[in-house]
């Protein structure tokens, strides 16, 4: 998107509509590509997977310097599904253990 907004740029001579138009074209790529990492973070955090969660969290977070919006509420609902999720799993194995009589090294 970025090559291809840099092109148009190149040639437009400074006309402030190509300019605009060329704002919200990033602003639109970008606000998807926030879309689209917030739900496959949304995908691992209903999984568990912390590891993949913080990835594609991580992926979030550069898109939205880049120019992506997204509602801060939105991602603060996907971590606490993430961290919820990952502290039953958690509490689950410690109760397994705690069943058991087994001490577990963390």
């Known amino acids: 998107m970025e090559k291809y907004i840099g092109l148009a740029l190149s040639t437009s001579n400074n006309d402030n509509t190509i300019m605009d138009k060329a704002n919200k074209i ?3 790529g970008y606000t998807n590509a926030v879309i ?3 739900n496959r973070a949304k995908h691992y955090a ?3 997977e912390l590891k993949k969660f913080n990835d ?3 992926e979030v977070e550069k898109y939205v310097m880049e120019g992506g ?3 801060s ?9 993430a961290y919820g999720k990952r502290s039953k799993m958690l ?6 253990y705690a069943n058991i009589g087994d001490e577990v090294n963390v």
């Open 26 to 28: 990033r602003v639109k």
């Open 36 to 38: 689209t990492a917030k």
């Open 46 to 48: 209903e999984a568990g």
């Open 56 to 58: 594609m969290l991580s």
């Open 69 to 71: 919006i997204i509602d």
């Open 73 to 81: 509420k939105e991602i603060d609902e996907v971590k606490k599904i």
């Open 91 to 96: 509490l689950g194995d410690a109760q397994t």
